[in-house]
């Protein structure tokens, strides 16, 4: 029988209590003092894990501890410093870059924006909803593979048999769902448990809290 949203609004909220519990302190996994930190690890956290990003993070802020500093950085001593990331080189253009305008445009500081913060380069929506939620306490919903993943298997979004769904439509269906206070440690609980449970390859469904609801487990 087909759930009605009324039935899958329900249960949402039924699942994510449950995902409360399970993880009932969320934190961004990324090491960070200010907002400036938080963006160039962010920035940096594509196409690695944030364990990673944490290893090298703490000798860049040493040697630029803000957007000038960076902004007259050499690009091969920033290559050096997170070499361990891969993809060096485009990542060093892109935060060079973002230095560069934050510097100029900013006077070094943050935006507190959407708009602001994804028209700065390298920075895209996840990172911006990153940075929103997580230094400024602004409602901000990141959409990363793990969220992805996660709302696709629970059948949270009505695009959920697309294999690749659009960020953006996905945020915007999910938020619409819970309380903007929410949207900030929803993401990070749902981030923690596909990280736990919900594998890419081979979920954990035995052991998974949501498995008596979930139209995945099994």
Same mark, same amino acid.
């Given at each position: 029988? *087909?759930?009605? @949203?009324?039935? *899958? ?17 969320? @934190?961004?996994? +990324? ?6 930190? +938080? ?9 690695? %894990?944030? =364990? ?19 902004? $007259?950085?050499?690009?091969? #001593?920033?290559?050096? &410093? ?8 485009? =990542?060093?253009?892109?935060? +060079? ?5 934050? #510097? ?8 507190? %924006? ?11 929506? @996840?990172?911006? $909803?990153?940075?929103?939620? $997580? ?8 959409? #990363? ?5 996660? %709302? ?9 048999? &697309?294999? =690749?769904?659009?960020?953006? @439509?996905?945020?915007?269906? &999910? ?8 949207? %900030? ?5 749902? &981030? ?17 809290? +949501? $498995? ?7």
């Amino acid at each position: 029988m *087909r759930e009605s @949203k009324q039935a *899958r609004l329900e249960r949402m909220h039924a699942e994510y209590a449950i995902l409360c519990r399970e993880f009932p302190a969320p @934190k961004c996994a +990324l090491h960070f003092t200010n907002p400036f930190e +938080l963006l160039v690890a962010t920035v940096l956290s594509a196409q690695t %894990t944030d =364990k990673r990003v944490n290893s090298v993070t703490p000798a860049l802020f040493a040697s630029y501890p803000n957007a000038a500093a960076l902004a $007259n950085a050499r690009a091969e #001593d920033v290559e050096d &410093i997170i070499r361990p990331l891969g993809f060096f080189r485009s =990542k060093t253009q892109h935060l +060079l870059g973002l230095a560069n305008a934050l #510097d100029r445009d900013f006077g070094g500081v943050v935006p507190r %924006t959407m708009d602001e913060l994804t028209g700065l380069p390298g920075v895209g929506r @996840k990172t911006a $909803n990153v940075v929103l939620g $997580n230094a400024f306490h602004i409602p901000g919903f990141p959409v #990363d593979t793990h969220v992805m993943r996660v %709302t696709g298997r629970l059948r949270w979004r009505s695009d959920w048999r &697309i294999a =690749k769904s659009d960020p953006v @439509k996905v945020e915007r269906e &999910i938020c619409a769902c819970f309380p903007p206070e929410e949207w %900030t440690d929803l993401s990070h609980r749902l &981030i923690l448990h596909g990280r736990a449970v919900c594998h890419a390859r081979t979920p954990d469904c035995a052991n998974c809290p +949501l $498995n008596e609801t979930c139209p995945s487990a099994g």
